[in-house]
């Protein structure tokens, strides 16, 4: 019997830093990809500074994870997914992101983009197609 692949959509809100809520979104992802499950993540709201480049957390005493969003791609993670709404009230573009990519191994392992900018409703529509929505 095949097990059913279910389409999992993590979507995150919050800030990187000050609350837990990034780093357990993170590490759920992790846990999801290696179960060989369709995972994408979605970033609103202050949710896209968890992707911005540079982040400096020596003055608050937290570590800084946002490197490993760099090993998505190793796991399998290709579809990152940012509103470009969310972007643009804070101030930020896509260059102000991480550059994120994923291996294509049917293409002589060419890097491929994993972030995709979208509108608020091309959001709307990809958590109405994932099966099960996580919001963090």
């Known amino acids: 019997m ?5 389409k999992f959509l993590y979507l995150n809100r919050k800030a ?3 609350t837990i809520y990034a780093w357990e979104s993170l590490e759920v992802v992790l846990i999801g990809a290696a179960f060989d499950q369709d995972v994408s993540l979605a970033f609103v709201d202050d949710g896209v500074y968890q992707l911005t480049k540079g982040q400096e957390t020596a003055g608050i005493g937290m570590k800084n994870f946002s490197p490993t969003y760099a090993a998505l791609g190793d796991y399998d993670v ?3 997914f ?8 804070r101030g930020l573009s896509l260059d102000d992101l991480q550059h994120l990519v994923w291996e294509d191994e049917d293409e002589d392992y060419a890097e491929k983009d994993s972030i995709a900018l979208v509108s608020r409703a091309e959001m709307a529509a990809l958590m109405d197609e994932s099966d099960v929505v996580f919001s963090f």
């Open 2 to 6: 095949s097990a059913t692949v279910k």
């Open 78 to 80: 290709k579809k990152i």
């Open 82 to 89: 940012v509103e470009k709404e969310s972007l643009e009230e």
């Open 16 to 18: 990187p830093y000050g």
